[in-house]
């Protein structure tokens, strides 16, 4: 008996935990259901923090100034505790001499000196650095004592491809923020105002909408490339391709509010704030679009990949950043010619982070889709 009154008691505190439970409990509640999106979430975790972090734990400036000039075109040295030579309680890489040989037509050849090692040490001071843009450092999470490690291997101007891939993945997210955030206000304001009012005014915007979602994106950044001086800093070109991913990024979005907001505006607690006096912008604001929040957040989280694959694809195709900012698309474009596939394969890592980022984005935002939907299990 005293069994049977324990587990009612707790069935019971569980249906009022489930019942007084606010929107954001229940989502959580129903999105921890899914293991393949907590796995993406814990994956894009991951690559977000590398990103904010990627000063300290990458160990080379990633532009030019932090080139290897002896070590162009370098494989990747991973560490090792063992060799011919013994054990050793400290990782460490080997030494490596570079010589031009007519045999593979005075391309790099690489010696590796196994009797000479490199051991590995952590948290060394090395190339300066604002942390977050604003705390001035040196140090770095690792490095190796009289040498250079270069965990997957250097590009043609021996550039560290591993610091780059770091930053290069906080400078994508850095541009699909900006560009999220850009489309994400404009959508509420236009999809709001055309759903809230409905008539001649949703007609005039749904025209604009339609207008908007028509531009090709290839064709616009072509224009605007053209226009950009080439001697435009890079800070400037970042925020322009920021500007119109977001300016041509809205009409999904706006569609989706514009919707719900046609569909609630009849609703009582409409009409009974509309009857206090409550102005149409209050009504907005304050009634209607915190109605359905944790619908916008999920389709935030889904338009996020898109944003960074446009930014990727752009410049993948010169049209976006260029050197020396380090971003997803800019590292991608070098791995374009045929001698780098034969000889030089490292310069696609970059691709497996690239590719992860967005399948987790993916993974994450069908998560959260469906455990926004109260009746997504009922469909299953």
Same mark, same amino acid.
């Given at each position: 008996?005293?069994?049977?009154?324990?587990?009612?008691?707790?069935?019971?505190?569980?249906?009022?935990? +489930?019942?007084?439970?606010?929107?954001?409990?229940?989502?959580?509640?129903?999105?921890?259901?899914?293991?393949?999106?907590?796995?993406?979430?814990?994956?894009?975790?991951?690559?977000?923090?590398?990103?904010?972090?990627? =000063?300290?734990?990458?160990? +080379?400036?990633?532009?030019?100034?932090?080139?290897?000039?002896? +070590?162009?075109?370098?494989?990747?040295?991973?560490?090792?505790?063992?060799?011919?030579?013994?054990?050793?309680?400290?990782?460490?890489?080997?030494?490596?001499?570079?010589?031009r040989s007519i045999k593979t037509n005075f391309r790099w050849v690489t010696t590796v000196d196994e009797d000479t090692r490199l051991y590995m040490k952590f948290f060394t001071e090395g190339d300066r650095y604002k942390l977050f843009d604003l705390i001035p450092m040196d140090t770095h999470l690792f490095g190796v004592e009289g040498g250079k490690i270069h965990l997957f291997g250097t590009d043609e101007d021996g550039q560290d491809i591993f610091s780059r891939t770091l930053h290069a993945i906080w400078t994508s997210m850095k541009v699909g923020s900006i560009g999220v955030f850009i489309a994400f206000v404009l959508a509420l304001i236009i999809g709001g105002v055309s759903g809230y009012y409905g008539g001649w005014i949703d007609g005039v915007i749904q025209m604009i909408t339609d207008a908007v979602?028509?531009?090709?994106?290839? =064709?616009?950044?072509?224009?605007?490339?053209?226009?950009?001086?080439?001697?435009?800093?890079?800070?400037?070109?970042?925020? +322009?391709?920021?500007?119109?991913?977001?300016?041509?990024?809205?009409?999904?979005?706006?569609?989706?509010?514009?919707?719900?907001?046609?569909?609630?505006?009849?609703?009582?607690?409409?009409?009974?704030?509309?009857?206090?006096?409550?102005?149409?912008?209050?009504?907005?604001?304050?009634?209607?679009?915190?109605?359905?929040?944790?619908?916008?957040?999920?389709?935030?989280?889904?338009?996020?990949?898109?944003?960074?694959l446009s930014e990727t694809a752009l410049s993948f195709i010169g049209l976006g950043l260029k050197d020396p900012v380090s971003s997803l698309g800019v590292m991608l474009q070098k791995a374009t010619s045929a001698d780098v596939l034969l000889n030089y394969q490292w310069y696609f890592i970059p691709v497996i982070f690239f590719i992860a980022l967005v399948m987790a984005f993916v993974f994450v935002g069908d998560g959260l889709r469906d455990a926004a939907d109260p009746y997504s299990e009922a469909k299953k």
């Open positions: 008996m005293t069994d049977m009154t324990t587990d009612n008691m707790q069935d019971q505190k569980a249906k009022e935990a +489930y019942f007084t439970a606010s929107q954001g409990q229940l989502i959580w509640a129903r999105f921890k259901k899914q293991r393949a999106a907590l796995i993406a979430a814990v994956i894009l975790m991951a690559l977000i923090l590398s990103g904010i972090f990627a =000063p300290f734990l990458s160990p +080379y400036d990633p532009t030019i100034a932090g080139r290897d000039k002896d +070590y162009t075109n370098g494989a990747p040295q991973m560490p090792q505790f063992c060799d011919a030579n013994g054990c050793s309680a400290r990782p460490f890489i080997h030494a490596v001499k570079r010589e979602r028509t531009v090709p994106a290839i =064709p616009l950044f072509m224009a605007v490339a053209a226009f950009m001086p080439p001697e435009m800093t890079a800070e400037a070109r970042f925020f +322009y391709i920021s500007l119109i991913l977001g300016f041509i990024g809205w009409p999904t979005l706006a569609r989706r509010v514009r919707t719900h907001l046609l569909t609630e505006r009849n609703q009582e607690y409409v009409l009974a704030a509309q009857l206090c006096g409550a102005k149409p912008g209050h009504v907005i604001r304050r009634h209607l679009l915190p109605s359905f929040t944790s619908y916008i957040i999920v389709d935030l989280v889904i338009s996020f990949p898109y944003m960074v």
